[in-house]
């Protein structure tokens, strides 16, 4: 049901109860009226003819019939006057007043009092008063009537005003419609004109905070949905970009270990054998002394190299013993730092890229421990299952919370998108005591052949 329904309703309910209460008081007012004319009446008659009984009546019945009618229709009062045999001698001639017209059973049984017939004895018979009350309901019933009229006039007044008032209250209501609409198909850009009334100024300067509010959040919406575009394309560019890397850094390694390595050997046995065939020649034994030096050198170097860029340990046999040689590494170059590496059983293939991921992670959060966190104890655990966790705690100086999101810790983002390119998580959290317990998850579920 509509407002403007409603309010119609409303009115012409307002109406129609004023009217019944109208009416009813005019039905108890002319109820009175009927009971207090037709007592007057038949009163005043009954005094009146109780006194011009008594003066005529040396006269006789003949006399009182004479005076009865020339005395005609009294208002209100049935006069009958009868003999002593109860033969009826006289009785009043219809009233003239709104002849040929009564009022409605139901109104007068309504309206009209219930009084009983007065006697008044005379020598020789007597005289009947009975109320007629049929002039005074009528004359009820005629202003009931014009009461009616009156309030149907009044109530079509009143629906018609019901119906001005209700297009005047809703035409407000009706903008406010059309701009939800408008708003509902999309355009947030919808704004109110001023309504008319207070609240109507009200209604629409709250309706366009809103609509702005909308808009905003709605270009906000965008916003960070084109961001997450944009930040998925360079995260898929920065994990293809790795990929590519570490191809690249493993074909580099393999060329070093397989070409380069070779020849740097041959080039140091060569030199050797010159060595020993220079003999007395002091220069060409230094000479040849001075290339098998440097050849070693350059050989240390390239195996030094060659784990930096891709552990050939990790393609030949695995993440476990990749991650094994790493820890023997940093034994080896840092010796006051305890190491400790657990790890439980894992898959016995993994998909390049997942160990790739998870060595990466390992190495690039133990060389943050051993750089940074001047720890005493670092602990590497490989932990399998339906995801891969690897867990490396310090007890170092930690990393305050503040200072993890701040710019230039590009080692801890570059964990971490590793980690969600997999579709895992990388998580830190301060150790009691001192440190940093650092935990990647990368899901194995879809990365095990």
């Not at 017209?101 to 020789?124: C, H, K, M, S, Y």
């Not at 060409?284 to 552990?311: C, F, G, K, N, W």
Request: net charge negative; aromatic share 4%; no cysteine.
């Amino acid at each position: 049901m509509s407002l403007r329904l409603r309010i119609q309703l409303v009115l012409t309910a307002l109406t129609l109860g004023f009217a019944a209460l109208l009416l009813v008081l005019q039905v108890q007012d002319t109820r009175r009226s009927v009971h207090e004319e037709i007592e007057t009446s038949t009163r005043v008659t009954g005094q009146l003819l109780g006194r011009v009984g008594w003066v005529y009546e040396q006269a006789g019945l003949p006399g009182m019939l004479g005076f009865l009618e020339r005395l005609g229709r009294v208002r209100a009062t049935e006069i009958e006057l009868r003999d002593a045999g109860g033969t009826q001698l006289y009785s009043s001639p219809p009233s003239p007043y709104k002849a040929g017209r009564d009022a409605p059973q139901w109104f007068a049984r309504l309206v009209a009092p219930n009084i009983e017939p007065t006697a008044i004895a005379l020598a020789g018979g007597r005289l009947l008063l009975r109320a007629d009350a049929s002039r005074a309901t009528l004359d009820g019933w005629d202003d009931l009537l014009r009461m009616l009229a009156f309030v149907a006039a009044g109530l079509a007044l009143a629906n018609v005003l019901a119906v001005w008032i209700a297009l005047r209250i809703t035409r407000p209501l009706q903008t406010v419609m059309d701009g939800l609409r408008e708003m509902e198909r999309g355009d947030y850009r919808t704004r109110l004109p001023a309504l008319p009334g207070r609240e109507g100024v009200l209604m629409s300067h709250a309706f366009n905070a809103m609509a702005q509010a909308v808009e905003d959040n709605e270009a906000q919406r965008l916003a960070a949905a084109e961001a997450r575009a944009r930040l998925e394309e360079n995260r898929a560019l920065a994990t293809t970009t790795d990929r590519r890397i570490e191809q690249e850094r493993a074909a580099i390694a393999r060329e070093l270990h397989d070409e380069l390595g070779q020849q740097i050997t041959a080039v140091r046995s060569l030199a050797t054998v010159l060595e020993r065939r220079a003999g007395a020649d002091a220069d060409s034994a230094q000479a040849a002394r001075l290339i098998v030096d440097t050849a070693a050198q350059m050989y240390t170097s390239v195996h030094e190299m060659i784990p930096r860029l891709r552990p050939l340990a990790l393609d030949r046999f695995g993440l476990r013993d990749a991650l094994g040689d790493l820890i023997d590494d940093l034994r080896i170059a840092h010796p006051d730092i305890e190491f400790s590496f657990e790890t439980d059983a894992l898959p016995d293939y993994m998909v390049p890229a997942v160990a790739t991921a998870a060595y990466r992670i390992a190495q690039e959060a133990l060389a943050n421990a051993v750089t940074h966190a001047r720890a005493r104890h670092i602990a590497l655990a490989l932990r399998g299952g339906a995801e891969l966790r690897i867990d490396v705690n310090d007890d170092g100086v930690g990393l305050d919370a503040a200072a993890r999101h701040k710019p230039g810790h590009w080692g801890l983002i570059g964990m971490r998108e590793r980690a969600e390119a997999l579709g895992g998580a990388l998580l830190l959290a301060s150790i009691d005591g001192g440190g940093l317990a650092l935990s990647a998850r990368l899901p194995l579920a879809n990365a095990v052949v």
